[in-house]
């Protein structure tokens, strides 16, 4: 099956720097790379995802990148604000495998 | 367009206890999944479901677990005879096919006393 790996597993900025968090995956079937944002006590909520055929992604200050060949996709925020603060999850899916394989988190702290 | 629903958010349970944790898929999704979340760790994958179909419980455990996603009404987790271990939130996510994305919902919080 798949295995997706997450780096790193804490990261620390300070207000208005970049972060970024990367991802690897195993299974060249994978084909669907979404990013959620977890806040203490909350639900998981998709923030961006990727499919295989785009190389890159953007909404305001969060950018996906992805490199098919490397098998490894990253998230980019920019201009962090506290709010950014959380456990962000990367994960691949398939339409093979029909389903999500997360990675294990990464806490992200901004700070003011 | 109501999101994801879960109940109870929280349960509180003695060892030797049923817990029953209840999903309602979003409007239009037919395909429901089951996560565990440990304190400070990721989401472990459970069991994914569609109407009145387990499709893959290869994240649960085979004992004391089971699933079901009737062709009415919720989706239920049920967990027979709860041990401490099985102290975590329980998230629920749906989709509207296999492998698009998945819109979580706020978790039960299981305590085992």
Redo the contacts between chains.
Sequence with gaps: GENVEQHPSTLSVQEGDSAVIKCTYSDSASNYFPWYKQELGKRPQLIIDIRSNVGEKKDQRIAVTLNKTAKHFSLHITETQPEDSAVYFCAASSTVFNKFYFGSGTKLNVKP | NAGVMQNPRHLVRRRGQEARLRCSPMKGHSHV?WYRQLPE???K?MV?LQKENI??ESGMPKERFSAEFPKEGPSILRIQQVVRGDSAAY?CASSPG??????????TRLLVL
């Design positions: 999944y760790e990721g989401l994958f994914y499709i893959d998230f296999g492998s698009e994305t998945q819109y979580f919902g706020p978790g």
